[in-house]
């Protein structure tokens, strides 16, 4: 009878794996939704729930960058290693921090520009994606941060829409 109350108790500890995958169109180049992504440091200045976010190393295409998340009294790190594709694509790898696993990319794509009514060449914009599978490393973790950092992961897409809004306005022109 005790292996099954340790088996039930091992069950109970399991982390689920989440997938979450999101996408939009926005009116900004694939380049500058790139260079926002990338602009690790600058996170805590848009992102609510970001306490402290720096780059521990870089080197040609790999960046290695910490975050600490603060919401409410709750605070935790994780640290991962981004391989970018510059204006194309960041893949993203959990280095260290309460997951079992964290894997995810951000893919960025230009749209082509269109002929408006009034004949004049209406910018394409750009489609910025984000997938993102990550798994806590027990299920008591989940539990306590699991929800928050579900919700964290959902509304990123959105919260770089409005960094891009903020830092180039509305939308494009032709030739920007």
């Given at each position: 009878m005790p292996a099954l109350i340790i088996d039930s108790t091992l069950s109970i500890l399991i982390a689920l794996m989440t997938t979450i995958s999101r996408q939009i169109h926005v009116p900004y180049t694939a380049a500058q939704m790139f260079a926002l992504v990338n602009d690790v440091a600058a996170y805590p200045q848009?992102?609510?729930?970001?306490?402290?976010?720096?780059?521990?190393?870089?080197?040609?295409?790999?960046?290695?960058?910490?975050?600490?998340?603060?919401?409410?009294?709750?605070?935790?790190?994780?640290?991962?290693?981004?391989?970018?594709?510059?204006?194309?694509?960041?893949?993203?790898?959990?280095?260290?921090?309460?997951?079992?696993?964290?894997?995810?990319?951000?893919?960025?794509?230009?749209?082509?520009?269109?002929?408006?009514?009034?004949?004049?060449?209406?910018?394409?914009?750009?489609?910025?994606?984000?997938?993102?599978?990550?798994?806590?490393?027990?299920?008591?973790?989940?539990?306590?941060?699991?929800?928050?950092?579900?919700e964290i992961v959902r509304n990123l897409v959105g919260a770089f829409q409005q960094r891009a809004t903020a830092i180039y306005g509305q939308a494009l022109t032709h030739g920007n």
């Open positions: 848009f992102l609510p729930w970001c306490e402290s976010a720096r780059v521990l190393r870089e080197a040609g295409a790999q960046m290695d960058a910490s975050i600490a998340m603060k919401v409410g009294s709750f605070r935790k790190s994780f640290a991962t290693r981004n391989l970018n594709t510059p204006g194309e694509k960041i893949v993203v790898s959990l280095l260290d921090g309460p997951f079992k696993s964290l894997d995810g990319s951000w893919s960025f794509y230009n749209l082509p520009d269109t002929d408006g009514a009034d004949g004049a060449m209406v910018p394409g914009g750009s489609v910025i994606r984000l997938d993102m599978t990550f798994e806590f490393a027990n299920k008591l973790i989940d539990l306590a941060i699991g929800p928050i950092f579900r």
